[in-house]
Nanobody, 124 residues
Framework: QVQMVESGGGLVQAGGSLRLSCAAS????????MGWFRQAPGKEREIAAA????????YYADSVKGRFAISRDNAKNTVYLQMNSLKPEDTAVYYC?????????????????WGQGTQVTVSS
């Protein structure tokens, strides 16, 4: 079993930055591909970014490419999402997730463990 806790969400003005953190505990964190998903009000959950267990491979949704950066520190069992140039449309609950696969994982159904989510609100 893996437990994950997100932090770092909050209210920020458009153009600002936030850094989300996701601390994992339980099984060997470094063997898992990780992802950040988000769900805006009235919309389906979507992937924002993903990272392989080595950190060598990353994926970004087109909507965040060039503005967000995903990284991980396996020694600290933590994955991060640096969000820059935030826009009001980035407003959502952000979830981190862990897959039992080690390579890059993009499909939501391949993620086994989920955090409770952290709210990010971007004001215009």
């Amino acid at each position: 079993q893996v437990q994950m806790v997100e932090s770092g969400g909050g209210l920020v003005q458009a153009g600002g930055s936030l850094r989300l953190s996701c601390a994992a505990s339980g099984r060997t964190f470094s063997m898992y591909a990780m992802g950040w998903f988000r769900q805006a009000p009235g919309k389906e959950r979507e992937i924002a970014a993903a990272i392989s267990w080595t950190g060598d491979n990353t994926y970004y949704a087109d909507s965040v490419k060039g503005r967000f950066a995903i990284s991980r520190d396996n020694a600290k069992n933590t994955v991060y999402l640096q969000m820059n140039s935030l826009k009001p449309e980035d407003t959502a609950v952000y979830y981190c997730a862990a897959s039992l696969r080690a390579d890059l994982v993009i499909k939501e159904y391949e993620y086994r463990y989920w955090g409770q989510g952290t709210q990010v609100t971007v004001s215009s």
